[in-house]
């Protein structure tokens, strides 16, 4: 019960010094085993998107660069990349299996055939991005491999942009913290700087989605200037 005490308490409390405690507690290899389950269980169930994704990266590598860290760095890296690329291989795969269910239902507002094929549409044009972008953005990396494999979408394409958005985002989070958790302003400051790095992967998404919607604009504005001319020629 101690134990479970504590792994909440580090969970919703995450901080280089809570997960270090938390090292101390159960010692290294039972914590490859514990980080390796919350990655897992954050990209690969939809259910627990709740779970500390970047923030819980950011401090291992926080936590490895302390004096005398009992950490295995490259290992646990290693660990945590698999995981997260097993998490959203799983992810889709529920989604794939599930999706036909989850959108049979003809007259529901939230889950349609046409929610269905708007999916597969926008997955056919950026899913490829949208995988990679999604890993560093908290709620939507989970979701966005489950509505790949409801979407249909390739999964030799999918499997590519998820092992390399799965090694990108560990190793930036892990970095990141390694070289920057040492800071006292990092330490005092940690749920602050957390939010910064969310506010800060956001962006790449809030870009690729504003020059979405701006190609889709001109596109149309495109057909409508034909349409014209070709009313003005017949005419």
Known sequence: MEFINKLVYTIFHLSPQTLNSLTEYVGPNKLYVILFAIIFAETGLVVTPFLPGDSLLFAVGAVAA???SPINLP?????????AVVGDAVNYSIGYRLGPKVFSRENSKLLNKKHLLRAQEFYEKYGGKTIILARFVPIVRTFAPF???VGRMSYPRFFAYNVIGGILWALICIVAGYFMGSIEF?????ELVIIAIIVISIIPMAVEFVRARAAAKRGGSAVVEATTIGVSEKG
């Open 186 to 190: 990092v330490q005092k400051r940690f």
């Open 66 to 68: 302390m004096p005398g």
């Open 75 to 83: 290992l646990l890296t290693v660990l945590l990349i698999v995981a």
């Open 147 to 149: 509505v790949a494999g």
